[in-house]
Nanobody
Framework: QVQLVESGGGSVQAGGSLRLSCVAS????????WGWYRQVPGKQRELVAL???????RYADSVEGRFTVSRDSAENRVDLQMNSLTPEDTAVYYC????????????WGQGTQVTVSS
């Protein structure tokens, strides 16, 4: 099992920045990628960013150029730097761990709320 604990959510005005962090623990053997999803009530969860153990990254079109995903393998931590936030970024953000980067997440964190006001 893998445990994921997010932190760093909160409220910010449009144009501001937030940095989310996720610390992983447990049996991390076989985990090849780490992701950030977000969900708005009534909508499907959306993959926001993904980073592999080889540091290959991909982003949703809606956040490309504004969000940056990074990882610190020594600390088993994955971060999401979010800049130029808009009210449309308001959501619960979830950290995820993947055995296969191209597949859906195998483990989920509990989520952290991000609220962007106009």
């Amino acid at each position: 099992q893998v445990q994921l604990v997010e932190s760093g959510g909160g409220s910010v005005q449009a144009g501001g920045s937030l940095r989310l962090s996720c610390v992983a623990s447990g049996n991390l053997l076989g985990i090849r990628a780490w992701g950030w999803y977000r969900q708005v009530p009534g909508k499907q969860r959306e993959l926001v960013a993904l980073i592999t153990n080889a540091n290959d990254r991909r982003y949703a079109d809606s956040v490309e150029g504004r969000f940056t995903v990074s990882r610190d393998s020594a600390e088993n931590r994955v971060d999401l730097q979010m800049n130029s936030l808009t009210p449309e970024d308001t959501a619960v953000y979830y950290c995820t761990a993947h055995f296969f980067p191209s597949m859906s997440a195998d483990f989920w964190g509990q989520g952290t709320q991000v609220t962007v006001s106009s």
